[in-house]
């Protein structure tokens, strides 16, 4: 048996290694489905920056045109070579002819954006595999904060896939769920390499069985590599009467913040396998998680989480690991560990109507902090009904609470010095264990981020201990700002301007300073021409480029008050450009007003559209009061869902022309028409 010293110092060289996200090289692109471009319901999408090519959806049927290079002004689906941008897309179809494609299929990397409510539906097949988005290499999928993508397909024959990438896999600020239909193998969402969340919410639902098909592996979320969380949520959910259900499974898991939650299905009682909230085969860490619910299934094994090695940090918070019933084996555990782990922080509870805590032979546990609460599941069956298979190892003070009850009640507590080894049986002659190290006051918040022409990465989200490290990352033709007076901090609300920054990039916050949310505001300035990526850049081409060109924004999409824009176009000369109006920011207004002119970040825009289906969700309008005269287009059921009797007050210029619009558009009968 190693000693502590031996212990904590291979615990800080896993931790270190565990924080290392590892690149995944995609696999080997097989036969392209289509020469180029990207293929969405069997139809062939190639565009390039200079001449992005369109696409509609058809809101009840899910139809999608053929594409066009001329910008409808209802545009559903826009396509630039880069990246694929979905806008209140529907699409729906089945019966696609080649096996393994997808109802969005790209042959290489795919980088998606998505705009509002976007909804992808596989219905019908032939006897083919079932992918809803498929990639052969790496996928990116982002969007504005209040955008989400729902990806649905039926079953499959070998396979069904929501999303399946042949590379890794990247989610940022937008909502994400995709449910897998019935097949040998299913998963909401699948990666063969890497997966990474960000700010946004990843769901992921795997098929369950029918009496025609059997499920042999069901995952809600399945990675092949690492999975790393950042922040936001990420939840997984198996499907039942499979022989194998996971919530979450991956070759590692590393949870840096945010909230993970992971259910197993019940499994067949006949050759069934097991049944699992969370199931990694190597290393599982939980850095700065902020709440984490694993909940198995019952099966012939089920576990809450089960790991090769687990290691909690000091600033990880909740954690809560189920091991429902394992049918009529004693083999159902909250925490499963086949390799030594260690606990540093958090409040852990593992309840399994075996054990708590179940660490196979020679495998040893080891508490330096925090709480673990270990106790049985309700059980009908004979059980074990043990806390702990074997006693940890305690390397720091704490108070041991036992009790021969399952809830705990008549307990007996013993105080614990460091360095002390308490009799075995306190561990694993009980039920009821909990072993209270002490919580560190570590805080954790939310970080926000309003980065123009960039992105913001880190590593850990902001704490009271570590205080809080960051890199803007500029999009591709830009540069992070010059100096730390183009970046605006505020934490809590409060802008503080004692934090450092290299013009690489880097911002770091002090501990001190982490006390409340934070918010980074800063703008990534566009490379000109003469400017070889570092600060200053060559002057000739720097100055005549800044002189003539200005800096162009490149903002897709933004909020402003009551309403949602998407940008058509804008000038950085001028410092102006034309929007459309895609939704309102909540459906429970009553009155709305169009305006002439919207301004955000300096830029003044002209409002020339609305969006199809734009309001489709605002049900309880009474008045709208237009007043641009810009507009040049209403998209089709923009006001459809309004009510009757809802008065639309027109400028007396475009009177005529806005009426014909309206009604062209689609509105309820009995609508009220006045101009000023």
């Known amino acids: 048996m190693m000693n502590i010293k031996e212990i904590s110092t291979r615990m800080l060289v896993i931790l270190l290694a565990a924080a290392t996200i590892i690149a995944f090289t995609p696999a080997v692109w097989q036969e392209a489905y289509a020469e180029s471009g990207i293929v969405i319901a069997g139809k062939t999408y190639s565009g390039t920056a200079a001449s992005p090519v369109y696409g509609t959806t058809d809101d009840e049927t899910g139809a999608v045109s053929d594409p066009v290079t001329t910008e409808p002004s209802d545009w559903n689906i826009k396509y630039d070579g880069t990246t694929l941008t979905l806008k209140n897309a529907t699409i729906t179809a089945g019966n696609l002819a080649n096996d393994k494609t997808g109802m969005i299929y790209s042959t290489g990397d795919l980088s998606m954006y998505v705009i509002g409510s976007n909804y992808i539906k596989y219905t019908a097949d032939s006897g083919n595999d079932v992918y809803g988005i498929h990639s052969k290499g790496k996928m990116f999928i982002d969007g504005n904060s209040d955008a989400k993508l729902s990806v649905n397909v039926i079953p499959g024959v070998d396979y069904s896939y929501g999303i399946y990438s042949e590379g890794m896999m990247s989610f940022g600020n937008c909502g994400v769920t995709a449910t897998g239909g019935t097949a040998k193998k299913t998963a909401g969402i699948y990666s063969t390499g890497n997966i990474y969340t960000g700010p946004g919410y990843v769901i992921g639902h795997g098929g369950s069985s029918t009496k025609y098909i059997t499920v042999m592996a069901s995952y809600g979320i399945y990675a092949g590599g690492n999975i790393a969380t950042m922040s936001g949520s990420v939840q997984g959910t198996g499907g039942i009467n499979a022989s194998g259900s996971c919530g979450i499974a991956a070759n590692s898991l590393n949870s840096k913040g945010g909230s993970i939650k992971a259910t197993g299905g019940n499994t067949m009682r006949t050759n069934g396998t097991y049944s699992a909230g969370i199931s990694v085969t190597g290393n599982c860490v939980f850095i700065g998680s902020e709440d984490v619910r694993a909940v198995s299934g019952s099966g012939p094994t089920s576990f809450g989480i089960g790991a090769g090695m687990m290691s909690i940090g000091a600033s990880a918070g909740k954690i809560e690991a189920y091991g429902a019933d394992s049918y009529d084996n004693d083999a159902s555990y909250g925490i499963k560990l086949t ?167 880097v911002i770091s916050i002090p501990a001190a300073k982490v006390t409340g949310e934070i918010l980074i505001t800063a703008t990534c300035t566009k490379k000109t021409e003469g400017t070889t990526g570092g600060t200053t850049g060559g002057t000739t081409g720097g100055t005549t480029g800044g002189t003539t060109g200005g800096t162009v924004q490149n903002v897709k999409s933004f909020t402003s008050g009551a309403l949602s824009y998407y940008v058509i176009s804008s000038s950085g000369a001028s410092h102006k450009g034309k929007v459309q109006i895609t939704k309102a920011s909540k459906n429970t207004y009553t009155r709305l007003t169009i305006p002439k002119t919207v301004t955000y970040k300096g830029y003044t825009y002209t409002v020339t559209k609305i969006a199809k289906n734009a309001f489709r969700a605002d049900k309880k309008l009474k008045s709208v009061t237009i007043r641009s005269t810009s507009l040049t287009s209403i998209g089709k059921g923009a006001f459809r869902k309004c009510r009757k009797g809802t008065t639309f007050r027109l ?8 009426v014909k ?16």
């Open 339 to 505: 390799e030594d782990s260690w606990i540093a922080g958090g409040d852990i509870t593992a309840r399994g109507s075996t054990y708590g805590v179940k660490c196979e032979k020679n495998v040893h546990l080891t508490v330096k902090g925090g709480i673990l609460t270990s106790y049985p599941m309700a059980s009908t069956l004979t059980r074990t009904k043990k806390a702990l298979s074997s006693a940890p190892a305690i390397d720091t003070s704490a108070d041991v609470t036992y009790s021969d009850n399952d809830d705990g009640s008549s307990p007996t507590t013993i105080s614990v010095a460091k360095g002390a080894t308490p009799d075995a049986s306190i561990f694993t002659g009980h039920p009821y264990v909990k072993i209270d190290a002490g919580l560190p006051a570590v805080k954790r918040y939310a970080i926000l981020t309003n980065i123009t022409n960039g992105s913001l990465s880190y590593s850990a989200v902001p704490n009271s201990a570590n205080g809080f490290t960051s890199n803007i990352v500029p999009s591709e033709g830009y540069l992070p700002p010059e100096k730390a007076e183009d970046i605006t901090i505020t934490v809590g609300g409060i802008k503080i301007t004692d934090f450092t920054y290299l013009p690489e990039g």
């Open 651 to 658: 400028p007396n210029t475009k009177y005529k022309a806005y």
């Open 661 to 676: 619009m309206l009604k062209k558009s689609g509105i309820p009968d009995k609508i009220k028409f006045k101009n000023f």
